[in-house]
Nanobody, 127 residues
Framework: QVQLVESGGGLVQAGGSLRLSCAAP????????MGWFRQAPGQEREFVAG????????YYLDSVKGRFTISRDIAKNTVTLQMNSLKPEDTAVYYC????????????????????WGQGTQVTVSS
């Protein structure tokens, strides 16, 4: 059962920007870390960015540092991924996820550490 809903994907030229949003209708994840993952065809799902339950700490895949920014609005129960300077290699399906354990501290960035997922949103960056 999908409990997270992503939006904001699309087609953009290299160097452009997209803003992904994740909502959790009917459920709160205020005490859980949240993450964004992506999966390209034929590749494993990989961690892209994460944010602690209190928004004090953020974590990024090395290749997106300085280009992507994760944030959360605890009151609105939403998580956002701002993606700038997009590259063709950023092309993938992007998934929002909530950590299984409360107070996730960013150490375990494996998909197995996340238990609630969205359906994914396609991001395509053309060269």
């Amino acid at each position: 059962q999908v409990q997270l809903v992503e939006s904001g994907g699309g087609l953009v030229q290299a160097g452009g920007s997209l803003r992904l949003s994740c909502a959790a209708p009917g459920r709160t994840f205020s005490r859980y870390g949240m993450g964004w993952f992506r999966q390209a065809p034929g590749q494993e799902r990989e961690f892209v960015a994460g944010i602690s339950w209190d928004a004090r700490n953020t974590y990024y895949l090395d290749s997106v540092k300085g280009r992507f920014t994760i944030s959360r609005d605890i009151a609105k129960n939403t998580v956002t991924l701002q993606m700038n300077s997009l590259k063709p290699e950023d092309t993938a399906v992007y998934y929002c996820a909530a950590a299984k354990a409360p107070l996730w501290n960013g150490v375990n960035k494996s998909p197995a550490a996340f238990g609630t997922w969205g359906q994914g949103t396609q991001v395509t960056v053309s060269s």
